[in-house]
């Protein structure tokens, strides 16, 4: 039995990727010993629709040293995109960690790596959390 939360999540799922998910490409990165994560599949770009979040992330050291009156910063990316899980068709489609995910309809053509496993958020939609390459 699912919640009341969860049936209204259902219903409005694809009304809010209507409004602002966007074109992305998933990437697979083909299985290997050394190099995994360099070597892109022979497979075909999966095109899904899913909704793209950039945030802003300022990356500092953890040195607790006593020279660490200058700490460098730098910034950076952190880039959720969440996905129907409905719209894949099928379980192997679902992306995975190590693949890249694209977005066609935006200038600059970087890649995005997903940097750990995707989580299932229970009601039905699967975020990825990825990093430019």
Same mark, same amino acid.
């Given at each position: 039995m699912s919640s009341i939360f969860a049936a209204l999540e259902e219903m409005v799922s694809e009304v809010i990727d209507d409004v602002y998910a966007e074109r992305t490409n998933i990437v697979r990165q083909e299985a290997g010993t050394i190099f995994s994560s360099a070597a892109s599949s022979t497979r075909q770009p999966i095109e899904m629709i899913g909704i793209v979040d950039f945030n802003p992330v300022l990356a500092t050291p953890v040195d607790r040293g006593q020279y660490d009156g200058f700490q460098p910063t730098i910034a950076g990316t952190?880039?959720?995109?969440?996905?129907?899980?409905?719209? %894949? @068709?099928?379980? =192997?489609?679902?992306?995975? =960690?190590?693949?890249?995910?694209? %977005?066609?309809?935006? @200038?600059?053509?970087? =890649?995005y790596r997903i940097t750990r496993p995707p989580e299932h958020d229970g009601l039905g939609r699967?975020?990825?959390?990825?990093?430019?390459?």
């Open positions: 952190r880039v959720h995109v969440s996905y129907d899980i409905s719209k %894949f @068709a099928s379980v =192997e489609d679902l992306p995975r =960690e190590k693949d890249i995910i694209l %977005f066609p309809d935006r @200038a600059g053509g970087k =890649e699967i975020v990825c959390i990825c990093v430019p390459q």
